[in-house]
């Protein structure tokens, strides 16, 4: 199967008109992109594999919501704070968890109205 290309005369007007009533913004060329984050999901010795199409949009999308949270936060003057810990393999998942959440504020006797489906053990 052989592809051509051809190029096609379109009426600017239309093309306006596509743009505005879609809420597109054509652009001459694609917006910088940050650098892709590296792929943890992987052991090294299956060597480093691009991400796919779908994982892409992910990332990208979950960059626009970063964005639009930190513009909003900005807009009704919240500072936003990050506090990611750090886990080890060894680590006691247990008290991993228990710590989580106190930080966040969650009692373990709480959950199950918190998430219906959520079973817990004694």
């Known amino acids: 199967m052989s592809s051509r290309s051809s190029e096609v005369g379109v009426e600017p007007k239309v093309l306006a008109w596509a743009r505005e009533s879609m809420g597109l913004s054509i652009l001459p060329e694609p917006p910088e992109e940050p650098p892709l984050p590296h792929d943890f999901r992987m052991l090294p010795k299956d060597g480093n594999k691009p991400f796919s199409s779908k994982t892409r949009l992910a990332i990208r999308r979950a960059w626009r919501l970063q964005s639009l949270a930190v513009e909003l936060a ?12 750090r886990a080890n393999l060894s680590d ?8 989580t959440r106190e930080e966040l504020g969650i009692e373990r006797t709480k959950l199950p109205e918190l998430h219906p489906g959520f079973m817990t053990t004694t």
């Open 74 to 85: 900005e807009s009704i003057d919240r500072e936003i704070s990050t506090k990611i810990g």
């Open 92 to 99: 006691d998942p247990e008290l991993l968890a228990s710590k």
